[in-house]
């Protein structure tokens, strides 16, 4: 069943009348009606369901037991399902800080069949960055989409970071990495000495110093 249900047919090919109820089944498998009369050469149709959610996704194989009133013995059925499961996507595959940029929004989407949770976690190679996610965490209903707002704070020496967004779900799907690059631009600085020049008497030249102290 890779539906949420099917259709179980049920025959009586004897010569008399027969009652049959279920004699057994796995948890998150259902028949309905639970019990019935066949007429001799009769066939009916029973909804047999399964129950999907978080602790049941993937492939499952379970039984289904139905014991007719002829003493014939229980009769079994291998039910296999094929549950979905919430499945995340995040976009852009790279968050990329350059020049004097700050904040950027990774857009997170459940394109799977069942609801998730996801959470995100920051890492730094260097002290000279921080990364910060708003929100950290949060629900996706399927085929939903929401953003997470990341900004980026520069605290160190110029240069070229990297860092990375690790996301994790309550699905088992595994972590998703998201690489981040952070560069803190150069900061010039001009210094100019001395500030007053006075030309006194015959004087006709002055030095001028003229120097960069910033790092850019």
Known sequence: ISS????????????????????GKAEWVSLKPEEGDLSPGEKKFAKISIKCGKELTGDHTGTLWIKPDTGQGQIKITVKASCPKGELRVSPDLLDFGGAKKSDNLKLENIGGLPLHWTIKTKVGSSDISLSADPEEGDLEADEEKFSHVTVQRVGAPGDYDGALLINTDTGQGEIKVPVKVMIPS????LVEPRKIVFE????????????TGTG
Do not use: F, K, M
């Open 187 to 190: 900061n010039p600085r001009i």
């Open 201 to 212: 008497g015959t004087e006709e030249t002055h030095i001028l110093a003229i120097q960069n």
């Open 4 to 23: 949420s249900h099917d259709d179980l047919g049920l025959e009586n090919v004897g010569g008399l009348p027969l009652h049959w109820t279920i004699a």
